[in-house]
């Protein structure tokens, strides 16, 4: 890639250049900086924040939190039961690492400022609560972050877009080239941090190599073009984890109430044919369901029920929540639901016959799954997929809603191969001296299904990994 002369040229230095402003990116500069090191961070968007300012509760095991609500968690146990998940396909020194820096992390963002309302409990299965749930959520985290970075001296450059990683003679990182506003800039600098998030918007390298990609995937995440993983790449960076998505499925894109009830035990999911395909409890593990759509037709369900169950969510609340703890009544659902039929992203009819043809599905078809489906319910087992007898309710009562879902997915996970001190990998295995990977962009911590029984992991990822790549990197850039 050959370097532009033709627009003005600023030169900048530093001990650390961080590409990415997000949670990863934020939590290496504040952790460089309380070590003394000169921080220039880039931040392609106006304001910082990435995907985290979207995300909801942080993993974390041994938090003072933990601790003053008496919650007996474990460091050793989480570590093995990630590994265990992946099938040790992820590398368990990373695992590790994260998951013993991740009680620490909390105690840290508390002592900036960030409260902590509760610790919640994702899946029904779960032991002990390790779901930390900040005050104000990502967005609240984001704010403090880039406030100590102000405090700190840290310099943020906003609308500053990384376009190559520089480096020396003998491989070494020396620093970045990026663009700012028509203006270049060259940062020298000691050690470069890569946290610039994944490729979710970047459609070419999603269908290289994610091997179930439709057109009708789905990104909830911001559209990341994978900047940071292709100027890694270039100056020789290993692989790891490509085609890994945190999957969210199946999903409604449309009216949070809706998008809640497209996700609820209670109604029951076919694919295009008009057949059911899986339990739908699944749906309080969404990676897992998601891989159950991704064996439909098309990546393609349809959430059904009735009035009575539409009325449920409304009097009694919901049975999981998303975004929204169980019991949460929806008192707008009704016109929100023919708000969407509207739209054509929801079908309501007296008719399952009509409701098939909508679908595209035989009416037969999907008439003897309805009857089966409420012979289960009647009689208090499912013989096919064995839900949970409590969630069984039988869909009698008309009108009758279908609701058209996808394949979605929060964003990708991994790409560039590190190690556990979150150093950056060449093709041999051995660290590019100088430089880091944080966040989403690095590999080798999560599988090809994204863990729910560690829920929260990729927000405490991002801020883990970016504390331990910040105090390396910094600790590397002193020995120079």
């Given at each position: ?9 600023e ?54 939190v ?19 998940y ?70 943020l ?28 800039l ?67 894109p449309?009216?949070m ?92 009819s ?28 009647n ?8 839900k ?27 790409g ?59 600790q590397?850039?002193?020995r120079?």
């Amino acid at each position: 890639m050959g370097e532009s002369r033709t627009k003005a040229q600023e030169n900048l230095k530093a001990d650390i250049a961080i590409i990415g402003g997000g949670g990863g990116g934020l939590a290496a500069a504040v952790a460089a900086a309380e070590k003394g090191a000169k921080i220039v961070l880039l931040e392609k968007r106006r304001k910082a924040g990435g995907d985290t300012a979207l995300a909801g509760g942080i993993f974390a095991v041994g938090s003072s939190v933990q601790r003053r609500l008496r919650t007996d968690a474990r460091e050793d146990e989480y570590i093995k039961a990630a590994i265990s998940y992946s099938h040790w396909k992820t590398d368990p020194r990373i695992v590790r690492a994260f998951v013993y820096k991740s009680g620490d992390t909390i105690d840290w963002l508390e002592k900036m400022g960030v409260k902590f309302e509760e610790i919640g409990q994702y899946l029904p299965i779960q032991g002990p609560r390790i779901f930390h749930l900040p005050r104000g959520l990502g967005a609240a985290v984001v704010k403090v972050l880039a406030k100590k970075c102000q405090d700190l001296g840290v310099r943020l450059l906003y609308e500053t877009a990384a376009k190559r990683i520089l480096t020396g003679k003998s491989g070494n990182v020396t620093g970045i080239l990026a663009i700012a506003k028509e203006k270049e800039l060259r940062i020298t600098a000691k050690s470069v941090i890569i946290a610039s998030g994944g490729y979710a918007g970047n459609k070419e390298l999603l269908k290289k190599y994610y091997p179930f990609y439709t057109e009708g995937l789905r990104a909830i995440g911001l559209p990341h073009m994978g900047d940071g993983l292709l100027m890694a790449i270039e100056i020789g960076a290993a692989t790891e984890g490509l085609g890994t998505l945190l999957l969210r499925g199946p999903y409604f894109p449309g009216s949070m109430d809706v998008i809640h009830v497209a996700m609820e035990p209670n109604t029951i999911w076919v694919n295009n044919r008009g057949e059911r395909f899986v339990d739908e409890m699944t749906g309080f593990n969404w990676p897992e369901a998601a891989n159950a759509l991704n064996r439909q037709p098309d990546k393609i369900s349809y959430a059904l029920f009735d009035e009575k169950i539409k009325q449920s969510f409304i009097e009694e609340g919901l049975i999981k929540g998303y975004r929204e703890p169980p019991l949460t009544k929806l008192a707008k659902l009704g016109e929100r639901l023919q708000g969407e039929a509207d739209k054509g992203r929801v079908k309501i009819s007296d008719s399952w016959e009509e409701i098939a043809r909508w679908i595209g599905a035989d009416p037969k078809t999907l008439k003897n799954t309805i009857d089966e489906y409420n012979f289960f319910c009647n009689h208090g087992y499912d013989e096919d997929f064995f839900k949970d007898s409590r969630v069984l309710v039988p869909i009698q009562t008309p009108p009758y809603y279908a609701l058209k879902c996808y394949q979605g997915f929060l964003g990708t996970i991994g790409g560039i191969k590190i190690n556990y001190h979150m150093q950056i990998l060449n093709q041999q295995d051995d660290p590019i001296p100088g430089l880091y990977g944080a966040g989403s962009v690095a590999g080798g911590w999560e599988s090809d299904t994204y863990c729910l029984q560690l829920s929260g992991s990729a927000f405490g990822f991002a801020l883990n990994s970016g504390r331990i790549a910040g105090e390396n990197a910094a600790q590397y850039g002193a020995r120079k």
